[in-house]
């Protein structure tokens, strides 16, 4: 099921971000969402009735998540349609913001829904979230992008390549999320074993270590999204990631529930400042028109390849163990990030805001 939400980004990243450039996004993001809640709405009427089989729930959640898939390029590129150069790192970092709350504080919800409303009624209610975004969507007033027209789909998509390809800031940018997703992310899924065998804690304490990374998320993205500031290079964007992969290999040797809790917090604060500053250095430095596909890239990085470092992280895990597995992706990433910060000073300037543009590297 996992699997079959996440499979689409890998595959449909890429179209999804090539129609966004072609297509008003508004428009698009308003069926999109329509389009998930339908499916939540025939998830929710498939339970109710009592008919809801396995298939069912793979195919929806397959649905989803091209649908989710289609809508993430338009999304992201839409963001810089909405508010000046200068707020954007504030507005990104308000959305990491939200989406670390909800996440730290939605399971808690979700439980106390489960036990009052029953599976049909979040059901329902996740039906009736949808509801809100739409009529948002409907309400804002958004500057009109130059529509792409001439090439097609599978066209203007290696026409977006191509010009990635030409750039190697934009290069080494969509690196760090890839690195993090296949190499550094990974160890959420390790969390529950590591918690229960190696800490020798149990679901309330996994709770608690979970909670320090949502807490650590949180701050760094209220802190991003209140800061007044312009000057965000690519050195912050690599000492984060450097920190996030210091604190990776430490949790890995980590005996003690309350240190393990700390470089939890250390991982929550870093994962989301590298990744909202690269999102925003991406976003900034992109041409209107190409903004959508290079976005497309950026969710292909982190999303699509999220499913391929789960798959090496079990199977590390299994064969070596689950310390090694996750000292193994803070030690790779580690090595790559030291390097960037070390060999390419370009990228330690490339994108301060505002005024950032393309440098293509020699």
């Known amino acids: 099921n996992g699997f079959l939400g996440s499979a689409p980004s890998l595959f449909f990243s890429l179209p999804g971000g090539a129609i ?4 008003n996004r508004r428009k698009l993001m308003i069926v999109t969402q329509t389009a998930m809640m339908l499916l939540a709405l025939i998830l929710a009427a498939l339970t109710s009735f009592r008919v809801i089989k396995i298939g069912e729930i793979l195919t929806i959640s397959f649905l989803a998540g091209l649908a989710s898939a289609l809508n993430n390029p338009a999304y992201q590129a839409l963001v810089p349609d909405l508010v000046e150069r200068e707020d954007l790192v504030n507005a990104i970092a308000l959305n990491s913001a939200q989406f670390n709350m909800s996440r730290a504080v939605g399971p808690t919800l979700a439980g106390l829904a489960l036990g009052s409303l029953g599976a049909a009624g979040c059901f329902y209610l996740n039906t009736v979230s949808f509801l809100a975004l739409i009529i948002a969507l409907l309400a804002i007033t958004v500057p009109s992008h130059r529509v792409q027209e001439g090439p097609t789909v599978w066209g203007a998509m290696l026409e977006g390549l191509r010009f990635v390809g030409r750039n190697r800031p934009i290069i080494i940018l969509l690196s760090v999320p890839s690195f993090l997703s296949l190499l550094g992310l990974p160890f959420i899924i390790l969390m529950p074993v590591f918690a229960r065998d190696l800490l020798q804690v149990g ?8 909670g320090g ?5 949180v701050v760094a993205a209220l802190t991003l999204a209140t800061r007044n500031n312009a000057e965000y290079e690519g050195r912050f964007i690599l000492g984060s ?3 996030f992969s210091l604190a990776l290999i ?6 003690s529930f309350w240190w393990a809790f700390f470089l939890l917090v250390v991982l929550g604060v870093t994962m989301v400042g590298t990744l909202t500053l690269t999102n925003t250095t991406l976003q900034v430095i992109s041409p209107p028109e190409m903004r959508g596909r290079i976005m497309s890239l950026y969710n292909l990085s982190l999303l699509g390849l999220a499913p391929l470092g789960s798959l090496q992280a079990g199977a590390v895990a299994q064969v070596l163990g689950t310390r090694f597995a996750v000292a193994l992706g803070g030690a790779v990433c580690l090595v790559y990030f030291l390097i960037l910060l070390l060999l390419l000073p370009r990228l330690r300037r490339v994108a301060r805001l505002p005024g950032a543009g393309i440098e ?3």
């Open 20 to 23: 966004a450039d072609r297509m």
């Open 203 to 210: 679901a309330s304490g996994l709770g608690y270590l979970m």
């Open 213 to 217: 990374a949502g807490l650590g998320a």
């Open 241 to 243: 990631a450097t920190v």
């Open 250 to 255: 430490l949790l890995a040797r980590a005996h």
């Open 360 to 362: 293509t590297a020699a």
